[in-house]
């Protein structure tokens, strides 16, 4: 097949799809999956290293392959149905956008105690002229000043520049401790050591995003892109987010196994400070450095993601709530982006998000607050890939060409096989 573009393609703005042409449009990805790692997953992977080494090293890797089949779902799904999300979960009946709604609301108010909790935790590190609760309202309301105002090109550039500071330092500290690369290679062999299955989940479901992964079409339609003929251009950005964060989580596990063996980071609230320490202590406070500030790039990445992209997903929800039993599924084209990020319903998630969890800061615990967002974030992943499934296979919805093959089916599959557990898992674990 040709790379250069048809008359037909030009027309409608479409470049060329070879190599160069794909990732200079690289953009949308590397927000979605910045935006899913966070603190709650710096944490999962390094108790694992710290507890077993390189040995569930594999559960990453199968980890980053499921995400990646779900973001390629996803971009599919917008450009493919000219539909977006909402519209979807529309069509499935009532329920869907009546639990999407519910969740949204619950899940909002505790991620926005836990992102501007785990922003403020290296802040405080590095400046400790205010505790982590000052920090804490400090990038919310950075985080909401940037959004509020911010246009997509400019956000995108700024998550841009918070990948790269991450991906440099955090990589940067995984080679300063050293890799055991013949230990690694042995960890792409499946094993499941006693206790390990809790933490073979978290890996493999920890890796890029939770709610945060449906926000990626609306991403898509900001960057331009609003047909099947952008699909190559999608996938090839999908593939560089979510490989550049199993990278990243690859790197966080060698740190966990190489420097924390025999620490457990869940019995203190400042968990991911014991790293700085260790850092510190063994190679000098300018090894301390540079892993805060990647430890904030991580933090501030997710919090300005989520400002912008679930704000968007609640701006669409209100918008297909509102539409008559009798109308039809609105269409991308449908979907004014502009006019949803100067709307009431998403300026007004913006200030659910930045406001009323502070009340939550009064707690004083933010390390439990990001274990409980990841109870949360485990309810939705389920949701998410069975709905994919639905509506990737529908004849009525999705044309021949774009619809689920059995590679598409078969990780959807296995992805909502996981998520389903790693739910039931961690909602066991609270009652325990």
Excluded at 20 to 35: F, I, N, Y
Excluded at 202 to 209: F, I, T
Excluded at 273 to 302: C, M, N
């Amino acid at each position: 097949m040709s790379n250069v573009a048809s008359a037909e393609d030009r027309e409608a703005g479409v470049p060329d799809t070879g190599w160069k042409s794909r990732l200079k449009q690289v953009g949308p990805g590397v927000m979605a999956a910045a935006t899913g790692v966070g603190a709650g997953d710096l944490v999962a992977t390094m108790v694992a290293g710290a507890r077993y080494g390189y040995v569930l090293f594999w559960a990453v890797v199968l980890g980053t392959v499921f995400k990646l089949a779900l973001g390629e779902a996803i971009g599919r799904w917008h450009l493919g149905s000219g539909r977006t999300m909402l519209s979807g979960w529309r069509t499935l009946g009532r329920w869907a956008t009546t639990y999407f709604g519910i969740y949204v609301v619950v899940w909002g108010f505790v991620y926005g105690a836990t992102a501007m909790s785990a922003s403020a935790l290296p802040l405080n590190a590095l400046f400790p002229v205010l505790p982590v609760s000052g920090w804490a309202i400090v990038s919310a309301l950075t985080g909401l000043l940037l959004v509020w105002f911010g246009q997509y090109a400019v956000l995108e550039k700024l998550m841009t520049a918070l990948v790269g500071i991450m991906f440099v330092t955090v990589v940067g500290t995984a080679l300063l401790v050293g890799p055991n690369l013949p230990e690694l290679a042995k960890g792409l062999v499946p094993s499941l050591p006693d206790g390990s299955v809790v933490y073979v989940l978290g890996l493999m479901g920890g890796v890029g995003g939770t709610i945060t992964m449906a926000a990626y079409g609306y991403w898509t339609l900001a960057k331009g892109w609003s047909s099947s003929r952008w699909i190559p251009f999608m996938r090839t950005d999908n593939a560089v987010g979510y490989i550049t964060t199993g990278i990243f989580v690859v790197a966080m596990l060698v740190v966990g196994a190489g420097m924390l063996g025999g620490q457990d980071l869940t019995d203190s609230d400042k968990g991911l400070l014991i790293l700085g320490d260790s850092l510190a202590a063994d190679y000098g406070q300018w090894a301390r450095i540079p892993f805060l500030v990647g430890f904030f790039a991580v933090t501030f990445s997710s919090l300005i993601g989520v400002w912008n992209g679930v704000s968007l997903l609640f701006a669409d929800w209100w918008r297909t709530w509102q539409m008559p039993k009798d109308a039809p599924s609105e269409t991308n084209t449908g979907y004014d982006r502009k006019a949803g990020l100067r709307s009431t319903p998403y300026r007004a998630y913006l200030l659910w998000l930045t406001f009323p969890p502070m009340l939550l800061l009064t707690l004083g615990k933010p390390f439990q607050l990001t274990i409980m967002y990841g109870v949360l974030g485990a309810l939705f992943m389920p949701f998410l890939a069975g709905t994919l499934l639905v509506l990737l296979n529908s004849k009525s919805m999705m044309p021949a060409a774009q619809r689920s093959r059995w590679l598409s089916n078969t990780l959807l599959v296995l992805c909502l096989a996981l998520f389903a557990t790693v739910a039931v898992t961690e909602v066991i674990s609270q009652f325990e």
